[in-house]
């Protein structure tokens, strides 16, 4: 009997003396750590489609539909892009492709055929929290660049704004629930961190809508998604009737 049983224990000190040889080769080798994955880093897709134009030229603005004639077309694509959350950036005036995002950033939201008092990056097919918005409020009505702007405080007075519309939306206009002042933090240029509270909601002066409405871009969400309730979106025409009807000029935001 004692014969029989020396065998299978020969077997398992062969095993464990296989095991404990391996566990010290293993220990031989040295830990590689994965690479880390900078997210404010722009990805060779976004680098490509900002530094394929100059600071001057136009960037192709997405829209959710294109309308030909009496014809509305689905833009599938662009309205995905359009509807994606986008990612923070690093603040840096030293970072070539972020100031040339920037500048072509702003070359088309001043577009003389296709101007706008705001624009945000995702409008551009770029997915990154960078918006410009018309300071309505400030002397002269300059355009400002804010980075990782984000809504911390909501005024309690919820206003209807009469005269929504979007360059990524052409055509279509309507009354959205809105609020008549915010309270936004947000990045500038330097890396400087900012928080101010921004007001205003009426025809000459909108600007706290301005920021509402490009920040919305920031989180995929479109001022058709914001339409006051028992009104409906309305074409060229009938918004030049309705601004007629309040005896104010037709404006695009």
């Given at each position: 009997m004692k014969k029989i049983l020396l065998a299978p224990i020969i077997i398992l000190f062969s095993i464990a003396a296989i095991l404990l040889e391996n566990c010290k080769?293993?220990?031989d080798i040295s830990y590689i750590e994965?690479?880390?994955?900078?997210?404010?880093?722009?990805?060779?897709?976004?680098?490509?489609?900002?530094?394929?134009?100059?600071?001057?030229?136009?960037?192709r603005v997405l829209t959710i539909h294109t309308i030909t004639g009496t014809d509305t077309i689905t833009n599938y694509e662009d309205s995905l892009i359009l509807r994606k959350i986008s990612m923070d950036v690093r603040a840096d005036s030293t970072d070539t492709v972020l100031l040339r995002l920037i500048d072509r950033l702003y070359t088309t939201v001043r577009d003389p055929n296709h101007p706008g008092v705001g624009i945000a990056a995702p409008q551009v097919g770029i997915s990154r929290n960078v918006i410009w918005v018309q300071r309505m409020d400030l002397l002269g009505d300059p355009y400002e660049l804010y980075l990782n702007a984000k809504l911390a405080v909501y005024s309690t007075k919820e206003v209807v704004f009469n005269y929504d519309g979007c360059l990524s939306i052409p055509g279509i206009s309507g009354r959205t629930d809105r609020h008549s002042a915010v309270c936004v933090e947000y990045d500038k240029i330097d890396g400087s961190h900012h928080v101010e509270i921004v007001e205003g909601w009426g025809y000459s002066n909108f600007t706290s809508i301005i920021f509402q409405h490009e920040i919305d871009h920031l989180n995929g969400i479109l001022f058709i998604d914001r339409i006051h309730e028992n009104t409906k979106l309305m074409n060229t025409k009938e918004y030049e009737k309705f601004c007629?009807?309040?005896?104010e000029p037709v404006i695009e935001i």
């Open positions: 080769k293993q220990d994965p690479e880390k994955v900078d997210s404010l880093a722009f990805t060779d897709a976004e680098i490509n489609l900002i530094m394929e134009g100059d600071s001057a030229d136009l960037m007629k009807l309040l005896g």
